[in-house]
């Protein structure tokens, strides 16, 4: 049986669509079961449409600043859509402590650096800023505390001279392409992980779980 997955998005939903093509291949071992949205106007909801999966817009607007309630909101559509896992796309709220830990140990989140370097946002500029050789990015569990829970999959690419921070987030995005839905395929197949913060640098764009 399929491991049936809830994805949560914010915006474009580019990593969304990796995974959903990698779901539709016959011997991948899970299925994409939903999208949720916080915004009404996140462009992945339509390309969720395109591919048939069924969407849900649960807007945190919609909740005055109730963040618990919201959540639960979340909580109850991946219930309803009998989802035992959870990937964060681009989802761009934190999480609370309820949400983590009703979804601990089957929520994965891919970040756009080589963990644990660069936790949190705007990780490019600052891997050029502290002018690094290497930079990727990096799928994990989630955990409570931001950006350091057990690591799943990395992949790895050279900061070349003349690199800017577009063209270093574009092949970047490339890989996380690549890594999530293998990292998903792992997870979902029930294969060991590696030990928390285990750093495993993939270069170019080798990949492993």
Request: glycine fraction near 8%; aromatic fraction near 4%; charged fraction near 15%.
């Amino acid at each position: 049986m399929k491991t049936r997955t809830g994805i949560l998005i914010s915006g474009r939903g580019s990593n969304m669509a990796s995974l959903i093509h990698a779901a539709g291949q016959p011997n991948y071992p899970a299925e994409i079961a939903i999208v949720i949205s916080n915004h009404p106007d996140a462009p992945g909801l339509a390309i969720a449409r395109k591919y048939g999966i069924c969407v849900e817009v649960i807007a945190n607007a919609a909740y005055g600043g109730d963040r618990g309630a919201h959540e639960a909101a979340i909580d109850t559509a991946l219930r309803n859509a009998d989802c035992t896992t959870v990937c964060l796309a681009g989802y761009m709220r934190l999480l609370t402590p309820f949400f983590v830990r009703r979804w601990e140990g089957s929520m994965l989140n891919i970040h756009p650096s080589l963990l644990p370097a660069f936790r949190g946002l705007n990780t490019h500029a600052r891997a050029l800023a502290a002018g690094v050789k290497i930079h990727g990015c990096t799928v994990h569990l989630v955990t409570e505390m931001m950006d350091e829970g057990p690591i799943l999959a990395q992949a790895a690419t050279p900061v070349l001279p003349d690199d800017t921070e577009a063209s270093l987030a574009e092949r970047v995005l490339a890989l996380e392409h690549k890594i999530y839905p293998t990292a998903l395929a792992c997870h979902a197949s029930g294969k060991p992980l590696p030990p928390p913060n285990k750093v495993r640098s993939l270069i170019n764009p080798c990949i492993s779980c």
